[in-house]
């Protein structure tokens, strides 16, 4: 079971760009410290947690990892920065194929119970509990660019900036990386004059409902694209109630699940 479970959580075509980014094992000179492990089954471990949801603690005994080992590496490989890399490694990928759709970006957000941690605070809509907001952008399909997680009080306006700036650098066919979307799509939540003038004066076309003007639909048949994104990312069960201590942890597992959406799309265009 855990060989073939093992596979399917990562097959061949996904360590291929994993193993090149992760930090190579340094031995101490004076020896003793952490002794070498096998890289594969840790990082398959960790996307088993994400995918199940299940504790560290949990963690089957058939990954041939320790729940200790498995959680000290992750903390590890966040500090590194291993997941913002592989996320841009598979979006360059998809660039190269012309299959990032720079026509416009999609901005939406939804909400996370949290039990504790960093980066949460008093839910005004769920009756004041503890909660993160997951803040997604994405390309005109929906695809995930980029992504933010603050407290749940923290008003949805002020995530636009950092979403927008945190957009990679992504190849293309043809030409230059690129990094900037025409457009910009999203509800009233994120509207502010500042804002929009922010935008302009960065070439993008802000199309954001206004207050008391115009409905949330504004978004129309563009809405079901982000939601679909946010429905990807919620399917990986760590997600959907946050657990971790650390924000950067769960903004970490937040960006591996982005990662691994955008494989599946790769996945897709080479079978």
């Keep these: 079971m855990g060989v073939g479970l093992s596979q399917r ?3 061949d075509e996904l ?3 994993v193993a090149p980014l992760l930090p190579p094992f340094a031995s101490r000179p004076q020896g003793g410290g952490t002794a070498p492990v096998d890289e594969r089954a840790v990082f398959t471990a960790v996307v088993y947690v994400l995918t199940s949801g299940c504790a560290w603690r949990h963690l089957p005994e058939t990954f041939g990892v320790s729940p200790a080992t498995a959680h000290r590496r992750f903390s590890a490989w966040t500090k590194d920065g291993l997941w913002r890399r592989l996320h841009q490694v598979v979006l360059d990928e998809l660039g190269a194929r012309g299959e990032v759709d720079w026509t416009s970006a ?6 996370v119970r949290a039990k504790r941690g960093s980066l949460t605070g008093r839910n005004p809509v769920d009756r004041g509990k503890r909660g993160s907001k997951l803040h997604v952008l994405s390309d005109a399909q929906g695809l995930p660019l980029t992504l933010g997680v603050p407290g749940a009080n923290v008003h949805d306006s002020q995530a636009l900036l950092p979403l927008v700036l945190g957009i990679p650098a992504i190849r293309s066919r043809r030409g230059p990386r690129r990094r900037r979307p025409g457009r910009l799509r999203a509800d009233k939540a994120y509207h502010s004059a500042e804002r929009l003038k922010w935008l302009r004066e960065r070439g993008i076309v802000p ?3 206004r207050p008391g003007i115009e409905s949330s639909e504004r978004l129309g048949r563009h809405r079901w694209k982000i939601e679909r994104s946010i429905s990807w990312l919620f399917g990986y069960r760590r997600l959907t109630v946050r657990y971790e201590r650390k924000g950067s942890h769960f903004l970490a597992f937040l960006g591996l699940a982005a990662a691994l959406t955008c ?6 265009l080479t079978t």
Excluded at 106 to 111: E, K, L, P
Excluded at 263 to 268: D, R, V
Aim: charged share 25%; net charge positive.
């Design 207 to 209: 199309r954001i409902s």
């Design 9 to 11: 959580l990562v097959p």
């Design 15 to 17: 360590w291929s760009p």
């Design 106 to 111: 999609i901005v939406d957000a939804a909400s």
């Design 263 to 268: 494989y599946k799309k790769l996945a897709k």
